[in-house]
Structures are given as structure tokens and as C-alpha cells.
């Protein structure tokens, strides 16, 4: 599993019933974009993370640059 900074990390619920927990990554501290994670949860509380197999990683779409003119 890989993240950079500003990548939003996702947390199924083990138990039912029991909310996700999306959060964006402040600090990547393993190497290579390697966890563990900085995330800053929804609520504001801020953990180090050592995802697990319920653990979802969004990367940001990048902005696409406009083409240049080919003549």
C-alpha cells in the first residue's frame, strides 16, 4: 500500500453498524510512501495509522493540462 500527502484514507467498519472513517494523510513516515500514515480524520482528531485489509486509499484525480496546438 502506497500514499502521498493529500491522499484520503478509508476505514470500513469491522463490526456492523459501525460508521467509516475517511480522513486525509498529513505525513507519510514509512519509505516509499510505505505506511504508516499522519491522518486527519473528519472529526479533527489526528492519529498514526498502520492501515489494515478493510483500509481503502483515494489518490486525488490530478488536473489535467490543456493540450497544446499542433499544426
Known amino acids: ?15 456492523v453498524g459501525q460508521p467509516e472513517r475517511t480522513g486525509e494523510i498529513v505525513e507519510v513516515r514509512g519509505a516509499g510512501g510505505e505506511p504508516p500514515y499522519l491522518v486527519r480524520f473528519e472529526d479533527d482528531h489526528t492519529a498514526l495509522v498502520f ?18 496546438a499542433r499544426g
Not at 500500500?1 to 463490526?15: C, E, F, I, K, P
Not at 483500509?55 to 490543456?66: A, G, M, N, Y
Open 1 to 15: 500500500m502506497q500514499a502521498t500527502v493529500g491522499d484520503r484514507l478509508h476505514v470500513r467498519g469491522s463490526v
Open 51 to 68: 492501515p489494515g485489509p478493510d483500509t481503502v486509499i483515494e489518490h486525488p484525480r490530478t488536473k489535467k493540462r490543456k493540450g497544446s
